[in-house]
């Protein structure tokens, strides 16, 4: 009998913890929606206040934008080139783009300081270099792939590289 009163004493200390348990959660999940609707309501006031002011476009205009539209004057073109070809460091645009192939000699590319390889490439003319390192190139020694692989760079950056690469190899 003394066994069968634990039991009872027991089931019903259970039932009580499990009926506080219960309670406990009803309770903070109402208390969670009722803090996510003030949540909820704060941003939504927020967002009809800034709609309000007008500050939305602000934060929607690009970055930036580009200029299509030609030069009115070869004056102004001839700045817009020079900045240009004053901005790109051919040392920079080497080192980012064409030093994987150019220091092993990847693909047949000539090493960067090679006196030898670059000999017959410098005799063909700045304008060839140019090309074949724009366009891309297929010789018998290897490829060149357009722009040494990286499309995103300009003609200018290029240029700026190839003659890096001619200087630091005569």
């Known amino acids: 009998m003394a066994s069968n009163m634990t039991d009872q004493q027991f089931t019903k200390g259970f039932s ?3 009926g506080l ?9 109402l ?18 206040e800034m709609a309000a002011s007008g500050s939305t476009m602000q934060h929607l205009q690009p970055a930036g934008q580009l200029n ?9 073109s001839t700045q817009v080139a020079t900045a240009a070809s004053v901005t790109v460091d051919g040392a920079q645009v080497y080192q980012l783009a064409c030093m994987a192939c150019h220091t092993a000699g990847v693909a047949g590319a000539p090493k960067l300081g090679d006196t030898e390889a670059w000999s017959a490439r410098v005799t063909q003319g700045a304008e ?3 090309t074949h390192a724009i ?3 297929q010789g018998s020694a290897g490829m060149m ?3 040494g692989g990286n499309l995103a760079l300009s003609d200018g950056e290029v240029k ?10 005569q």
Do not use: C, W
């Open 16 to 18: 009580i913890f499990l």
């Open 21 to 29: 348990g219960i309670v406990l959660t009803l309770f903070l999940i």
């Open 31 to 48: 208390l969670g929606n009722i803090n996510a609707g003030t949540i909820t309501e704060r941003i939504r006031a927020e967002r009809n």
């Open 68 to 76: 299509l539209a030609e030069p009115d004057s070869t004056a102004e």
């Open 128 to 130: 060839a270099l140019y």
């Open 135 to 137: 366009s891309g190139f």
């Open 145 to 147: 792939p357009p722009k």
């Open 160 to 169: 700026a590289a190839v003659d890096y690469m001619v200087a630091q190899s």
